[in-house]
């Protein structure tokens, strides 16, 4: 099982960037994909980006697609998503998520057994 933990949220003006992490515990990272996904508030959970364990990377929001950028810190053995040129739309609650036997990105979250606890994103003048 994967202990995940996010880091790196917080408030941004529209424009603004922020970098987010997922740090794990008692699991090399680099050996599953790792999903990040975003809930506002009221809304569902939805997919936002993914790493595979060969370091493919798929972003699932139209919305954000060339805003944003999911990559691996090996050394910290985290995944890192970074969110550039943020929108009022791009706020909410972020989670990474993965599961120990799932290499490729998979669309849904049904997929993901460990999830983070979750980090406020909050864009506002």
């Known amino acids: 099982q994967l202990q995940l933990v996010e880091s790196g949220g917080g408030l941004v003006q529209p424009g603004g960037s922020l970098t987010l992490s997922c740090a794990a515990s008692?699991?090399?990272?680099?050996?599953?994909?790792i999903g990040w996904f975003r809930q506002a508030p009221g809304k569902e959970r939805e997919g936002v980006a993914c790493?595979?364990?060969?370091?493919?990377?798929?972003y699932y929001e139209d919305s954000v697609k060339g805003r944003l950028a999911i990559s691996r810190n090996g050394p910290e053995n985290a995944v890192v998503l970074q969110l550039n040129d943020l929108r009022s739309e791009g706020g909410g609650v972020y989670y990474c998520?993965?599961?120990?036997?799932?290499?490729?990105?998979?669309?849904?979250?049904?997929?993901?057994?460990?999830w983070g606890q979750g980090t406020q994103v909050t864009v506002s003048p």
């Open positions: 008692g699991f090399t990272l680099d050996n599953t994909a």
């Open positions: 998520a993965g599961n120990i036997y799932v290499a490729r990105c998979m669309v849904g979250s049904r997929f993901y057994s460990d």
């Open positions: 790493i595979s364990r060969n370091y493919g990377v798929a």
